[in-house]
């Protein structure tokens, strides 16, 4: 993995705080992407439509390796999600995926 290419990383925030992040790193220059579906919820007074994301506490980040620490700027960011002692890569075919699968509308 290069230092300079930019890879799509998974990005552990605090719960419920997932839109907020992905606003914040956006406003910077980072590229974020948090997937969301719409649901309708009930309440005893009414019906709404609300986006939930489709990974409950995290979203992804494009940013090269060497610029990972500057996410941790922003608040409610927890950690990196790693596998085998290593951060998590996720492909662009897959996140191009995700993307086609969050803008299909869920009843």
Same mark, same amino acid.
């Given at each position: ?9 998974? +990005? =552990?925030?605090? @719960?419920? /705080?997932?839109?907020? %992040? ?37 979203? +992804? =980040?494009?940013? @090269?390796? /060497?610029?990972?620490? %500057? ?37």
């Amino acid at each position: 993995m290069s230092q300079n290419t930019k890879n799509w990383f998974v +990005l =552990v925030t605090k @719960p419920r /705080n997932e839109k907020k %992040v992905e606003s914040r790193l956006n406003k910077i220059g980072i590229e974020a992407y948090c997937p969301v579906r719409t649901e309708l919820r009930q309440w005893s007074d009414r019906k709404k439509k609300i986006k939930t994301p489709l990974l409950p506490s995290m979203l +992804l =980040v494009k940013i @090269p390796n /060497n610029l990972r620490a %500057v996410v941790f700027d922003v608040p409610y960011v927890r950690r990196y999600l790693f596998w085998k002692g290593k951060p998590a890569v996720v492909r662009d075919d897959e996140v191009s995926v995700l993307r086609k699968v969050a803008d299909q509308e869920f009843s």
